[in-house]
Nanobody
Framework: QVQLVESGGGLVQPGGSLRLSCAAS????????IGWFRQAPGKEREGVSY?????SYADSVKGRFTVSRDNAKSTVYLQMSSLKPEDTAVYYC???????????????????WGQGTQVTVSS
């Protein structure tokens, strides 16, 4: 059984930090690339970050978010700093085994998705 489980979300004040975790089971994590996405109420799902042999970020989070992985723990992290109210959303991680390089990372078809974790940035 393959599972991706996000954790680490919560309520944080503007300017604060959170670290999200995406724990994988049923797969060998180092064989997969991981994308982070978010969806705010009434808005479409948005690509946030991606990690393969390098890292990619949406312009809206560059310089504030950092994605990393610990294959020994089968976990990918999203460190979020200088949080803004517009970062409020449900955050999802997704895994892909065979990325299609003709597609952008935020548009490709992922093999597995987590259920999401809520991040709320508010004073």
């Amino acid at each position: 059984q393959v599972q991706l489980v996000e954790s680490g979300g919560g309520l944080v004040q503007p300017g604060g930090s959170l670290r999200l975790s995406c724990a994988a089971s049923g797969i060998i994590l180092n064989y997969y690339n991981i994308g982070w996405f978010r969806q705010a109420p009434g808005k479409e799902r948005e690509g946030v970050s991606y990690i393969d042999r390098s890292t990619s970020y949406a312009d809206s989070v560059k310089g504030r978010f950092t994605v990393s992985r610990d294959n020994a723990k089968s976990t990918v992290y999203l460190q979020m700093s200088s949080l803004k109210p517009e970062d409020t959303a449900v955050y999802y991680c997704a895994a892909v085994l065979l990325p299609k390089y003709g597609d952008n990372w935020y548009e490709m078809e992922y093999d597995f998705w987590g259920q999401g974790t809520q991040v709320t940035v508010s004073s």
